[in-house]
């Protein structure tokens, strides 16, 4: 089983930037796609990029491209996800997921971390 724990959330002004980590255990990551999705309160989940490991190759939404980076740092067995120009609509719960690089669902999931901007 593939284990994650997101860290780094908390509370930011609007304008300002935050770093969250997703530490993963229990597989290669060389062989996972690594996922950062996030819950407004009340609304749907919804995906905010992904890392495909062995490749470096990443992907965002039109909503956050430009503003938020995913980075990995094998040594520490880390996904990272760097925000900035941080707006009151980012604010969420953040989830970091994993599937295997062949695979299209998350099959791994954090716990999540809260993150809330404030103006």
């Known amino acids: 089983q593939v284990q994650l724990v997101e860290s780094g959330g908390g509370l930011v002004q609007a304008g300002g930037s935050l770093r969250l980590s997703c530490a993963v255990s229990?597989?290669?990551?060389?062989?996972?796609?690594v996922g950062w999705f996030r819950q407004p309160p009340g609304k749907e989940r919804e995906f905010v990029g992904r890392?495909?490991?062995?490749?470096?190759?990443?992907y965002y939404p039109d909503s956050v491209k430009g503003r938020f980076t995913i980075s990995r740092d094998n040594a520490k067995n880390t996904v990272y996800l760097e925000m900035n120009s941080l707006k009151p609509e980012d604010t969420a719960v953040y989830y970091c997921?994993?599937?295997?690089?062949?695979?299209?669902?998350?099959?791994?999931w954090g716990q999540g971390t809260q993150v809330t901007v404030s103006s």
């Open positions: 229990g597989r290669t990551l060389s062989s996972l796609t």
């Open positions: 890392i495909t490991w062995s490749t470096g190759y990443t």
């Open positions: 997921g994993a599937r295997l690089a062949s695979a299209t669902d998350y099959r791994y």
